[in-house]
């Protein structure tokens, strides 16, 4: 594989961006994606809202795409921003790294930041691993992302029974021997569209599933340990009621499924948290449309007919969360 440099496609590590967004009293939004539709609306919709972004890539996506075709993408994105004379600015980000040799494939791919999660190793593993791949992307200029602490659910690759909060007392060892640049936490959030048990949850006068609040606590006292340093939120998907009701409308099975409440995440913005994730509700998004077009128009078979609607009501979503939810939108400088 041909190597290249991120700073050669035209992206930025997410330094900048979260020294402003700490500034701020916002995070900058992190969104997956898998495909070109989902790319599309990512792109458009930080463009529309003149957010900041960040374009995020797990292993198993990365797989799925073809690490070749990944970059042309990620050089079709920029090319399509200086198209919309739009300031708007972008990294490139592996999600949930699990080795040394995946890091570093990536960083020699183009990407601009990674994540290297050790967090199911004991701790002095986890620490040997993260500072190994920090040596190593900090001579490429690429920001590297930390995790303490684990995340229940499913996503990709990463798959927890349950969650271990991050425990305030590591993260300034943690932070000072691995010489990462942001670190992601466990406060409640959790992975996948079924984030927490209905045993976890209480219910409201509707009867909806009401999740347990994320822990303020915890994130306070991380902040107050390691004051101004950029914390992250894995597993913060809203799990949107209204596409949930129309996937199951649909013929959809999503039981008991439920996310984080964006009023909790508007508050966790305007703390450290400086990088906010969101893979489940852009499936959620897409699979609800596609469904209600499939079982609307059962004779359609014309992708465009199904991936277009779907692609624009994901970007309807990513401007929505930029403008009420992250408070990115009108950050690109």
């Not at 900041?52 to 795409?65: M, W």
Request: glycine share 8%; hydrophobic share 40%.
């Amino acid at each position: 594989m041909e190597k290249i440099s991120y700073k050669d496609i035209g992206l930025v590590n997410t330094k900048e961006m979260f020294k402003k967004a700490m500034e701020g009293k916002y995070a900058i939004p992190a969104y997956n994606f898998n495909n070109m539709e989902q790319l599309q609306a990512i792109v458009f919709g930080c463009i529309e809202s003149n957010s900041p972004f960040i374009l995020q890539v797990s292993s198993g996506a990365r797989k799925y795409a073809n690490q070749t075709l990944l970059k042309y993408m990620a050089m079709g994105a920029v090319a399509m921003i200086r198209e919309a004379n739009s300031p708007v600015k972008f990294a490139l980000h592996l999600d949930h790294g699990d080795s040394f040799e995946l890091c570093k494939s990536c960083i020699e791919s183009g990407f601009s930041s990674v994540m290297i999660d050790g967090s199911h190793l004991p701790y002095e593993e986890n620490i040997k691993l993260t500072k190994q791949v920090v040596e190593f992307a900090h001579d490429h200029d690429v920001t590297v992302e930390g995790e303490l602490g684990v995340l229940a659910g499913i996503e990709d690759d990463v798959s927890a029974e349950k969650s271990t909060y991050t425990k305030p007392e590591e993260v300034e060892d943690f932070v000072s021997r691995t010489g990462v640049d942001s670190l992601a936490i466990s406060i409640g959030t959790s992975h996948g569209a079924t984030k927490f048990k209905p045993e976890q949850c209480t219910r409201d006068e509707r009867g909806v599933l009401v999740p347990p609040p994320l822990r303020f606590d915890i994130l306070e006292e991380i902040e107050r340990r390691i004051p101004g340093f950029p914390i992250v939120l894995h597993g913060a998907s809203s799990v949107l009621p209204e596409y949930v009701e129309m996937i199951n409308a649909n013929g959809g099975k999503l039981k008991d499924a439920v996310g984080i409440p964006e009023d909790q995440l508007r508050r966790a913005a305007k703390s450290a948290v400086c990088k906010i994730n969101i893979d489940s509700d852009g499936r959620l998004v897409m699979t609800a449309i596609i469904r209600k077009i499939f079982n609307e128009k059962p004779a359609e078979f014309d992708p465009r007919k199904y991936l277009g609607p779907a692609r624009d009501e994901l970007k309807k979503m990513i401007i929505r969360k930029n403008i009420e939810v992250l408070g990115s939108a009108g950050k690109a400088v």
